[in-house]
């Protein structure tokens, strides 16, 4: 499956933020998807993912209550909506694709198919 990342960008502090990730190539609902992010200097996190239908997601402690993350299946896309972001949610945004529809895993390695990333900045 091919994924495309977009809809990143400069946003004051406070502000909010919708990212996309299209999919193709294979049947979507076979993948559980999620975003991670990686910030200069730090290593690639876990921040949000969602089962095959979108009746499960989870977030990472760091953006719980601040982040919504859902899919359109009939679109082949999954967002991931960002509210309140301050300095410290800057990064590159990566959607990517897990084999195991049933979702909620965090681990970057599982992952099988990886977007390009988008960039956010957040302006204080």
């Known amino acids: 499956v091919q994924l495309q990342a977009f809809g990143g960008g400069l946003v004051q502090a406070g502000g909010s933020l919708r990212l996309s990730c299209a999919a193709s190539?294979?049947?979507?609902?076979?993948?559980?998807m999620a975003w991670f992010r990686q910030a200069p200097g730090k290593e690639r996190e876990f921040v949000a993912g969602i089962n095959w239908n979108g009746a499960g997601t989870y977030y990472s402690d760091a953006v719980k209550g601040q982040f919504t993350i859902s899919r359109d299946n009939a679109k082949n896309t999954v967002y991931l909506e960002m509210n309140k972001l301050s300095p410290e949610d800057a990064a590159v945004y990566y959607c990517?694709?897990?084999?195991?529809?049933?979702?909620?895993?965090?681990?970057?390695?599982?992952?099988?198919?990886w977007g390009q990333g988008t960039l956010v900045t957040v302006s204080s």
């Open positions: 190539g294979r049947t979507f609902t076979s993948y559980a």
């Open positions: 990517a694709a897990d084999y195991n529809p049933l979702g909620g895993n965090s681990i970057i390695d599982d992952y099988d198919y």
